[in-house]
């Protein structure tokens, strides 16, 4: 079974900082590379989402990057707001299947105001 | 935003009463899926489907059951509910090629006394 393992299980940090999350995986059937956000009380939703036929992939204040030697993908919160409190997970298809995801244990984010 | 619709969003119970959580989607995805998580905690898959009359187990036990009669219809059946049931019931779908993005219901938080 796919092992994901994301670090760290939850972070603080402070309005206008930089909040890093990182995930590590085994093999992956298929080159996909997502990040979801979750809000209290709701399902998850795709947040950014990296092929790595690039190292690297930015959409506003998030930014993918994405290390395949050594299989690890981490999520990079520029400028980090109160609104980006969440828990953020990764995920990746397992071997011998492209066709679900193995997510990560995911990580709590506080932004403090 | 997703159309995945779950029903009901909360639901008290007793010991040994029969369930069935309701998940349907209007975007025509062939991929379903129903995870299970504790707030906040990891998503653990309990069941998902690639198609019509097509279900498959997941990476977690559970003693739920799950149809698929109609493409846009994908319900989760718990025969004898039990505290250990006790959880939130995520829904999600997608396309079926690949392992591309999946889009998920704003769960249902079961809770069994």
């Known amino acids: 079974q796919q092992q994901v393992k994301q670090s760290p299980q939850s972070l603080i940090v402070q309005k206008g900082g930089i909040s890093i999350i990182n995930c590590a995986y085994e093999n992956t059937a298929f080159d996909y590379f997502p990040w979801y956000q979750q809000f209290p009380g709701k399902g998850p939703a795709l947040l950014i989402a990296?092929?790595?036929?690039?190292s690297e992939k930015k959409e506003g204040r998030f930014t993918i990057s994405f290390n395949k030697s050594a299989k690890q993908f981490s999520l990079h919160i520029m400028d980090s707001q109160p609104g980006d409190s969440a828990t953020y997970f990764c995920?990746?298809?397992?071997?011998?299947?492209?066709?679900?995801?193995?997510f990560g244990s995911g990580t709590q984010l506080t932004v403090l105001p | 935003e997703a159309d995945i619709y779950q029903t009901p969003r909360y639901l008290v119970i007793g010991t040994g009463k029969k369930i069935t959580l309701e998940c349907s989607q209007t975007m025509g995805h062939d991929k379903m899926y129903w995870y299970q998580q504790d707030p906040g905690m990891e998503l653990h898959l309990i069941h998902y489907?690639?198609?019509?009359?097509?279900?498959e187990k997941g990476d977690l036990s559970s003693e739920s059951t799950v149809s698929r009669i109609r493409t846009e219809h994908f319900p989760l059946t718990l025969e004898s509910a039990r505290p250990s049931h006790t959880s939130q019931y995520l829904c999600?779908?997608?396309?079926?090629?690949?392992?591309?993005?999946?889009?998920f219901g704003p769960g249902t938080r079961l809770t069994v006394l």
């Open positions: 995920a990746t298809p397992p071997p011998g299947s492209a066709r679900q995801l193995t």
């Open positions: 990296i092929r790595p036929d690039v």
């Open positions: 489907s690639y198609g019509v009359n097509s279900t």
């Open positions: 999600a779908s997608s396309e079926l090629g690949g392992a591309g993005e999946q889009f």
